[in-house]
Nanobody, 124 residues
Framework: QVQLVESGGGLVQAGDSLRLSCAAS????????MGWFRRARGEEREFVAA????????SYADSVKGRFTVSKDNTKNTVYLQMNNLKPEDTAVYYC?????????????????WGQGTQVTVSS
């Protein structure tokens, strides 16, 4: 059974940084593309970033390019989202997702496994 557990969320001020982690189990981590999504209150869940199974390719939403970096450690079965220069509009629940593919998946519907999410709140 695939399990994804996010951690690292919290309350920060605008301009601060946070690093989210997502620990994966129950899967062969190197076979999976990993993604980060977020859902702000009253909004749909939206794509944030993705990294392919080798870690060689990444993709970002325009709203986070240059501020967020996705990476993975295949020895620890963990994917990270480094978030710098946070803004109040980054406030959301952040979700980790996994899909057994080599494609760099960015659509929510294409991910089959999800974590429970971690809250990030950025105050102005």
């Amino acid at each position: 059974q695939v399990q994804l557990v996010e951690s690292g969320g919290g309350l920060v001020q605008a301009g601060d940084s946070l690093r989210l982690s997502c620990a994966a189990s129950g899967l062969t981590f190197t076979w999976y593309t990993m993604g980060w999504f977020r859902r702000a209150r009253g909004e749909e869940r939206e794509f944030v970033a993705a990294i392919d199974r080798s870690g060689g390719r990444t993709s970002y939403a325009d709203s986070v390019k240059g501020r967020f970096t996705v990476s993975k450690d295949n020895t620890k079965n963990t994917v990270y989202l480094q978030m710098n220069n946070l803004k109040p509009e980054d406030t959301a629940v952040y979700y980790c997702a996994a899909e057994h593919t080599n494609a760099l998946v960015t659509k929510r519907a294409d991910y089959g496994h999800w974590g429970q999410g971690t809250q990030v709140t950025v105050s102005s």
